[in-house]
């Protein structure tokens, strides 16, 4: 099993639509987790941290479920900016302080 | 500078030859990262500098693969003998430090073409 997996994509939406991903990790251990994006051809950018209560910053909505073992990115109001790909890390392996990042799903949004 | 800057931005050598990437981490970060990108692929763990901390090496893909950070600064990855395989971006990221709420910042990359 991968430490972190994500359904790479795409998903393709209509500007406006509400999409969400889910990101699955092995180490049950795990204290820290965020989802980065990462435009085409750029290096991967913060978007924001999970934390055991939840996190929300305007339209997105990130949330962690520790008995099932994963994270979710939710978007509202997609605009076409929110193209990307949506990263999520964890600080995955035992033993392990560096940070794990899985491979990423794709997300297209369209007019 | 105010950001994570690597050198050379793009770098290009014949199979068999050796390069050193480098790497100048955020000022006043204390971890730093290396993290290598093929093509349409997640992020590939390399190498992690915490300090003055034994670095956890356990990324590095093979004995041809070394990095080191000088003066916990910059640091230089170094790959001998070039494989085909090798080509990928290579991305470097500081952090703050190893807390609970690390944020990694990136620098823009080398790509590497092993030709």
């Known amino acids: 099993r991968k430490e972190v997996e994500q359904d790479p994509g795409p998903f393709n939406v209509p500007e406006g639509a509400t999409v969400a991903f889910n990101c699955t990790y092995s180490?049950?251990?795990?204290?820290?987790f965020f989802w980065y994006r990462q435009d085409c051809r750029k290096e991967p950018k913060l978007l924001m941290s999970?934390?055991?209560s939840g996190n929300e910053d305007g339209r997105f909505t990130a949330q962690l479920n520790r008995a099932s073992q994963y994270i979710s990115l939710l978007i509202r109001d997609s605009k076409l900016s929110d193209s990307a790909t949506y990263l999520c890390?964890?600080?995955?392996?035992?033993?392990?302080?560096?940070?794990?990042f899985g491979s990423g799903t794709r997300l297209q949004v369209q007019p | 500078g105010a950001g994570v800057s690597q050198s050379p931005s793009n770098k290009v050598t014949e199979k068999g030859k050796d390069v050193e990437l480098r790497c100048d981490p955020i000022?006043?970060?204390?971890?730093l990262y290396w993290y290598r990108q093929s093509l349409g692929q997640g992020l590939e763990f390399l190498i992690y500098?915490?300090?003055?901390?034994?670095?956890?090496k356990s990324g590095l893909p093979s004995d041809r693969f070394s990095a080191e950070r000088t003066g916990g600064s910059v640091s230089t990855l170094t790959i001998q003998r070039t494989q085909q395989e090798d080509s990928a971006v290579y991305l470097c990221?500081?952090?703050?430090?190893?807390?609970?709420?690390?944020?990694?910042?990136f620098g823009s990359g080398t790509q590497l073409s092993v030709l």
């Open positions: 990221a500081s952090s703050l430090g190893s807390g609970l709420d690390e944020k990694l910042f």
């Open positions: 180490n049950s251990a795990s204290q820290s």
């Open positions: 999970v934390y055991s």
């Open positions: 890390v964890v600080n995955g392996k035992t033993g392990r302080r560096a940070l794990t």
């Open positions: 000022s006043g970060h204390t971890a």
């Open positions: 500098f915490q300090g003055n901390s034994a670095p956890d």
